[in-house]
């Protein structure tokens, strides 16, 4: 059982369009995390969220983390394929040091 | 400043071999972490080292092993290799001691086994 569930799995869009990814548990976290991955490099830390409900924005990407903590989404909009590659969350459960990853949504913008 | 590094950036053994991957953190990093990437099953935590000791592992069979050296950089060993080994090892860090400090990682080792 993934202790983070990510979906989709994979989006195709247009540039252009807005999208929502998810990540979600049944689990609490003292924190999420969100990275983006691309072909033949490590994941880079896009935002780390700790508070139940935090909402932040970096540029055209909001995150939010649920009120109790155990979800969290990603909304981009007006996409660019720029922003093409694989997007992992990553929580680090209460109690623990250890971060967890979901299986991540491989993204793909075609201009 | 330098970020994670790690090498070799590929590997080719064949089964039954050993494989020894390293990794040097951000300066002042004092927390490495390695994880193994292989396809369709995401990010796999296998090894935590802080200040030289092994904090924690995951869900690994013994034959992955690794230490941390007094200059914080990490070794990660791999015995009797198998053909599941190929993947690709990324290895983190971070400051110890705060819950919420992200994790930096480096562009990984691809280890391929034949």
């Known amino acids: 059982t993934q202790l983070l569930e990510q979906s989709p799995q994979f989006l195709s869009i247009q540039e252009g369009e807005n999208l929502t990814v998810y990540c979600n548990s049944s689990?609490?976290?003292?924190?999420l995390q969100w990275y983006r991955q691309e072909p033949g490099e490590g994941p880079v830390l896009l935002v780390t969220v700790v508070t139940g409900g935090e909402v932040k924005k970096l540029k055209r990407l909001t995150f939010q983390f649920g009120d109790a903590r155990k979800d969290s989404s990603l909304h981009i909009t007006a996409a660019q394929p720029g922003d093409t590659g694989l997007y992992l969350c990553a929580g680090v459960r209460a109690g623990s040091y250890q971060l967890t990853f979901g299986k991540g949504t491989k993204l793909s913008v075609i201009p | 400043e330098a970020g994670v590094t790690q090498s070799p950036t590929h590997l080719i053994k064949t089964r039954g071999q050993q494989a020894t991957l390293r990794c040097s953190p951000i300066?002042?990093?004092?927390?490495v972490y390695w994880y193994q990437q292989a396809l369709g099953l995401g990010l796999q935590f296998l090894l935590w080292?802080?200040?030289?000791?092994?904090?924690n592992r995951g869900n690994f069979p013994p034959r992955f092993s690794g230490r941390q050296f007094p200059n914080y950089s990490s070794e990660l060993n791999v015995n009797a290799l198998e053909l599941e080994d190929s993947a690709l090892y990324l290895c983190a860090s971070s400051f110890m001691g705060f819950r919420n400090q992200p994790q930096h990682f480096g562009d990984g080792t691809r280890l391929s086994i034949l």
């Open positions: 300066s002042g990093h004092t927390s």
């Open positions: 080292y802080d200040e030289g000791e092994e904090r």
């Open positions: 689990s609490v976290f003292s924190s």
